[in-house]
């Protein structure tokens, strides 16, 4: 799989017994930022695209808590990977200014996200054209 600007998978502790499971996520431990924000996306048809955007200066931990879906990420420079989130103790690592889309998600999908930053509009890049410029204009 391509290497995409420090995107990466996080495999994270799970405990459990006769009782059930447990995954714990410790933000600036498990979570490779301190957690500002949290969501989660259920709820979406299998052919619907979500994200379609990159982030100036949020990282993000994406986790299939339930169900699976694809994340797709691109790096502005031509190299795009795709993984599948399909296990609740898995998630993916998205630093900053890296393009993503989440698809493909299955009937009982919840997709939980973890956010590095509190909601903030005007850091968000939603045109692929501009995100290509960005990453041009960052390179010069």
């Given at each position: 799989?391509?290497?995409i600007?420090?995107?990466?998978?996080?495999?994270?502790?799970?405990?459990?017994?006769?009782?059930?499971?447990?995954?714990?996520?410790?933000?600036?431990?498990?979570?490779?930022?301190n957690?500002?924000?949290?969501?989660?996306?259920?709820?979406s048809?299998?052919?619907?695209?979500?994200?379609?955007h990159?982030?100036?200066?949020?990282?993000?931990?994406l986790?299939?808590?339930a169900?699976?879906?694809?994340?797709k990420v691109?790096?502005?420079?031509?190299?795009?990977?795709?993984?599948?989130?399909?296990?609740?103790?898995?998630?993916?690592y998205?630093?900053?200014m890296?393009?993503?889309?989440?698809?493909?998600?299955s009937?009982?999908?919840?997709?939980?996200?973890?956010?590095?930053e509190?909601?903030?509009?005007?850091e968000?890049?939603?045109?692929?054209?501009?995100?290509?410029?960005?990453?041009?204009?960052?390179?010069?």
């Open positions: 799989m391509t290497d600007n420090g995107v990466r998978i996080l495999e994270f502790s799970q405990l459990g017994d006769a009782r059930g499971h447990l995954v714990v996520a410790e933000g600036g431990r498990d979570i490779p930022f957690i500002k924000r949290v969501f989660y996306i259920y709820g048809d299998q052919n619907v695209v979500r994200g379609k990159a982030n100036r200066k949020t990282e993000f931990v986790i299939n808590v169900g699976t879906s694809k994340i691109k790096d502005g420079e031509g190299n795009e990977a795709v993984y599948h989130l399909d296990r609740p103790h898995i998630g993916i998205l630093p900053t890296v393009w993503k889309d989440m698809y493909d998600f009937s009982d999908s919840v997709l939980l996200v973890l956010a590095s509190h909601y903030d509009a005007d968000y890049i939603r045109s692929y054209d501009d995100f290509i410029k960005e990453i041009r204009n960052a390179m010069q």
